[in-house]
């Protein structure tokens, strides 16, 4: 039995599809709050409970061959967060002293592409680099190099555990719409009217679920993969999904000093409408950072193969279509 954290999150759901394919019996963690028909239908056992609460998590691990701790806040606007610390921190510290407790076969922890060090421009990310909890890009880049570090400190004390580096997910089953889903909305509601200089890896949620499995059943004790999929400029991007509508790529670039001056006051912006960020300082860095991000590794040991980004764009904005977000 496998126990998943974090399973009405749009990796989680799909991770929940993949071990069902598998054959796997799957016990999720659910917070009261979460609206679960994102896994209606699935074949799960629902554990109901929190990160925060050692008890359930005690109860939802016992019996539990492995356990994907996915649960995660995810925030890209600026300032500090008193919940990127307790789910992120606290929550991993709390999932690794319970899978311990219980004798969990294997931890599964995923991590963010965001924990490394950067390293320059044009050199490629892979996990030679280390984690960095002084990331300058933000306390969430921070908590999850640091939140990797307790899982690796864990496999020292006798834990069997693997860490997972995803970059950025996109795909189906995306029923909460994550930042990106609502950029593509925006883009096939015609509202997608600048772009700007920059580039980033986009990886299929579907392949990353697949990672997962394959790292549980294949993954080497205590080492990281990082689960990368395909560079693409912001204007490649920006094309491809103009082939993909038939609706026109915006035409007009900010210039990056215009864009930083955007970016700075559009929190104010989200805070007011409720609105999904898009566009902050953290996210215009982020594509403006080094995306050469190898998955050479997860590739050779694990057998991972994510799928062209074009069959990903065409079924995201598939899945948007058939489920009415458009």
Known sequence: MDAV?????????????????????????????????????CDIEIVYGDVLDYASLISAFKGAENVYHLASEVSIMPGSN???????????????NA?????????????????????????????SLSFDVKNPMGLYNRTKAQ???????????GLDAVILCPTAIIGPYDFKVSNLGSMFIDYCNRRQKIIIDGAYDFVDVRDVAAGHVLAAEKGKPGESYILSGHRLTIADLMLQLEAITGIPAPGLKLPYWLAMAVAFVSPIYYKLSGSKPVFTIFSLKTVKSNSFISHEKASAQL????????????????????????
């Open 5 to 41: 954290t974090g399973a009405t999150g749009l990796l989680g759901n799909a991770l929940v599809r993949e071990l069902n394919l598998r054959g796997r019996d799957v016990r999720a963690l659910v917070r009261t709050t979460s609206k679960i028909s994102c896994i209606n239908g």
């Open 82 to 96: 008193k919940r990127l610390r307790e789910i992120n921190l606290k929550g991993t510290e709390n999932v690794i």
């Open 99 to 127: 899978c311990l407790e219980c004798g969990v076969k294997r931890l599964i922890y995923t991590s963010s592409i965001h924990a490394f060090r950067e390293n320059n421009k044009g050199e490629i990310i892979d996990e």
């Open 147 to 157: 939140a990797s570090l307790y899982v690796a400190e864990a496999v020292k004390k």
């Open 303 to 326: 057998g991972y193969n994510p799928r062209s980004i074009k069959q990903t764009l065409e079924e995201n904005i598939k899945w948007f279509r058939d489920n009415d977000y458009l």
